[in-house]
T-cell receptor, first 114, second 113 residues
């Protein structure tokens, strides 16, 4: 069975500060990993995904994530937070290719303080 | 415009009154899925479908039914809704699954009294 743990359901950062959102996963096979963002009153949209190519993945809006197999982690970072980054962020894992389930974490709400 | 649509967006109903939430995608995607989002629990998968006439249970299927008679549509049916099904529901689709991005609908907020 696969699972995702997001540490910190709420994270606050100052505008311009580093954003770090943590995600740890468990999977019995090499996983596919995703970060999605949800703005208020909207559906989820993909920020970035890891599919066994480069371990450092760059996404939209200046976000990136690094896949670390030894730590079973896929933390999301952004060097400088912007007010528009305030949203809820979800990490998700899928066990390999083909038609498999996707498991989401509980989400982390990011607050950006001016 | 490529999109996933859901209807209705908001629904208030009473316990036991059957309802259907529709989901449609115009991207010719094979894979479709339903999730519910609850505070502190994130997104939990209800059912998914790998293609027409092929569906399978997700993590929380109890009290829900689905069908996939056409590739573009994947309705969610609550035959006898209960208050614990009050939630925010999302439909999603992707070309297949595994490493593919899922495209999400705008959500349906359901309240069961």
């Amino acid at each position: 069975a696969q699972s995702v743990t997001q540490l910190g359901s709420h994270v606050s950062v100052s505008e311009g500060a580093l954003v770090l959102l943590r995600c740890n996963y468990s999977s019995s096979v090499p996983p596919y990993l995703f970060w999605y963002v949800q703005y208020p009153n909207q559906g989820l949209q993909l920020l970035l995904k890891y599919t066994s190519a480069a371990t450092l993945v760059k996404g939209i809006n200046g976000f990136e994530a690094e896949f670390k197999k030894s730590e079973t982690s896929f933390h999301l970072t952004k060097p400088s937070a912007h007010m528009s980054d305030a949203a809820e962020y979800f990490c998700a894992v899928s066990d390999g290719g083909g038609y498999q389930k996707v498991t989401f974490g509980i989400g982390t709400k990011l607050q950006v303080i001016p | 415009e490529a999109q996933v649509t859901q209807n209705p967006r908001y629904l208030i109903t009473v316990t036991g009154k059957k309802l259907t939430v529709t989901c449609s995608q115009n991207m010719n995607h094979e894979y479709m899925s339903w999730y519910r989002q609850d505070p502190g629990l994130g997104l939990r998968q209800i059912y998914y479908s790998m293609n027409v006439e092929v569906t399978d249970k997700g993590d929380v299927p109890e009290g829900y039914k689905v069908s996939r008679k056409e590739k573009r549509n994947f309705p969610l049916i609550l035959e006898s809704p209960s208050p614990n099904q009050t939630s925010l529901y999302f439909c999603a689709s992707s070309p297949r699954q595994g490493d593919d991005e899922q495209y999400f609908g705008p959500g349906t907020r359901l309240t069961v009294t």
